[in-house]
């Protein structure tokens, strides 16, 4: 995680609840003196529709109030997933504090006690910003971290481990709602070849070349399956993965055996039509592409890709630079 910044209040958006304009000018005072930046709501019900257009960093909230009190705002906030991250610290008179276990319980961090004591209520809003941001800073250095644990390094699509976990939940989906679902097992032809003669550099550019290509090609997947599934998931299209060395595999949910040729062969064109700039001349760059789709009989997605991988093999095998259909324990041959 990268080291955080100095702390600078003026980053920070503060809303105050309270019904009490008295109590709302002294803490904006208070605040604005330090270099917060402040909003405010005179109720409970003004706070919720005020959090829907603003995302304060901290709330402080008056526990007593008419109409809806503070812990039923509280409550509110924490069952939202847009707010519910947002730190609330409660405004309470001394003759309240009986209340405030309900208060923690409905999600509050802590409590300032009123008269305030400005020192106090200062100190526990820079604690809770800090503890915030510092969480904020953890949660995006996680994510990020899965993120690369799942991403190939060079071509920036998912792994083997990434697209295979994919490629089983497409599967079971598939298994238990009997739905269309096709996968391509894409191989760059003489790709050592191409990493001997022009070095392994030009290797690289080979291998982001057929990603961007074939990213380009499968961004329209021809998607032919029951009606039901169309309505569901319109904006479903094929996943790229890259498997190892120069072979990849691309997910294609909701799509049969028809729609998964078309892709495939499309992506062969689209990859012919291209080519490498070495030394001022072209290099063409072509693959192979094994297809298979899946059949009731299938146990496990691992029995789409041994058919995929056998019809790859007899597509390097026929020559390269074609597509090749393994159905029905049949190889069909493409063009």
Known sequence: MKTLEPFDPEKFLILIVDDIRKNLQLLIEILDTVGYRTTFA??????????????????????????????????????DENTAKIPIIFLTAATETNYLLNAFEAGAVDYITKPFRTPELLARVKIHLDLKRTKDELEK??????????????????????????????????????????????????????????????????????????????????????????????????????????EFVVILPHTNLKGAYKAAERICKAMTAESLQVENKPVNITVSIGVATYDQKDEKMDDLLKRADLALFAAKRNGRNRVVIMHNDKLTVGQ
Do not use: W
């Open 42 to 79: 005179l109720s409970g019900k003004q706070a919720i529709e005020r959090l829907k257009g603003t995302k304060p960093d901290l709330i402080l909230l008056d526990l007593m109030m008419p109409e809806i009190n503070g812990i039923e705002v509280c409550k509110r906030l924490q069952q």
């Open 141 to 246: 250095a996680y994510d990020e971290m899965k993120r690369i644990a799942a991403t190939d390094e060079l071509t920036g699509i998912p792994n083997r481990r990434s697209i295979f976990n994919f490629g089983r939940q497409e599967f079971e989906l598939s298994k238990r709602y009997n739905s269309p679902f096709s996968l391509l097992m894409i191989d760059i032809d003489k790709f050592k070849t191409i990493n001997d003669s022009y070095g392994h550099d030009i290797g690289d550019e080979a291998l982001k070349m057929m990603v961007k290509t074939t990213l380009n090609s499968i961004r329209k997947v021809d998607y032919i399956g029951r009606l039901e599934a169309l309505e569901e998931t319109p904006e479903k299209k094929g996943h790229l993965g890259r498997l190892g060395g120069e």
